[in-house]
């Protein structure tokens, strides 16, 4: 287990956003965390990242409290990549990617960046001004930067996605997701990325937890969380499920339920195994 988050609570502006949360991340992982507009899942990520402080509960990252780490050794080891990086000034992609390496020769970081900037199919691009590229391009380029920070590293690694596909074209979806997996189940990272593909999620995560309200509603496999009565509850959302061969649902909206009667879950309804987490059986 890399990260033991227990009854994390974040609020914004004296609102409580995230509230009574907890579940854990392994080594090895991929975790998605899913939830409707306003659910707290970038709260959550920002939480864990230390843009947010953390008002209630604890984090613990590689068994030592997230509290007592430095700045400088969490950045050895923990990368982050939120759901909105401006670039204004005339960089390049290639300097974009560099920024994510420690001070050191280039001639270190050289084989590193062609790795990373082949990985993400943005070689091409690496003499390109970053302001000029399309929204999915500057999504790639900043993935391979946050990978830069952390690839090279010895240590655990926790990786921290906010939506880092949610501008690209359905290949390249595929692509990231998949290299994601490759990252964890090959070098043991640990990786909590948000998404809002549904069936991008059930292709690629070992676990789901969705979010609804800034609370866990429920989390477990794919199979488990993605359910009709599930759906219907936290998102107004009809939809069948199709079990596929390869061993994921895929979830198929429906257009001829009207979903304007929903008026959200109940939570009293709902009977927890823990206090922070319905978890799917």
Known sequence: MLLQVDG????????????????????????????PNGAGKSTLLKGLAGEHKMGAGQVTFAGQPLK?????????????????????????????????????????????????????????????????????????VQLARV???????????????DECTSALDPAHQQQVFSLLRQLAKRRGFAVLAVAHDLNLAARFADRLLLLHQGQCHIA?????????????????LSARILELEEGYPLVIPRDDEPVSAYAGPSFSTVAPVNPSCRQAS
Do not use: C
């Open 68 to 140: 007592n780490w430095s700045n400088k050794k969490l950045a050895q080891q923990r990368a982050v990549m939120p759901q909105r990086v401006e670039v204004n000034f005339p960089l390049t992609v290639e300097e974009i990617v560099r920024l994510g390496r420690p001070a050191e020769p280039l001639s270190k970081s050289a084989g590193i960046l062609e790795e990373l900037m082949a990985l993400l199919d943005i070689t091409h691009l690496r003499h390109r001004l970053a302001p000029g590229l399309s929204g999915g391009e500057q999504q790639r």
């Open 8 to 35: 994390l609570g974040v609020s914004l502006s004296g609102k409580p956003i995230v509230r009574d949360l907890g579940f854990q991340l392994d080594a090895g992982e991929l975790l998605v965390v899913l939830g």
């Open 220 to 236: 477990g496999q794919p199979s488990d969380v993605l359910t009709e009565s599930v759906l219907a509850e936290v998102y107004g």
């Open 147 to 161: 990978l830069a920070q952390i690839w090279d590293t010895q240590e655990p690694v926790l990786l921290l996605l």
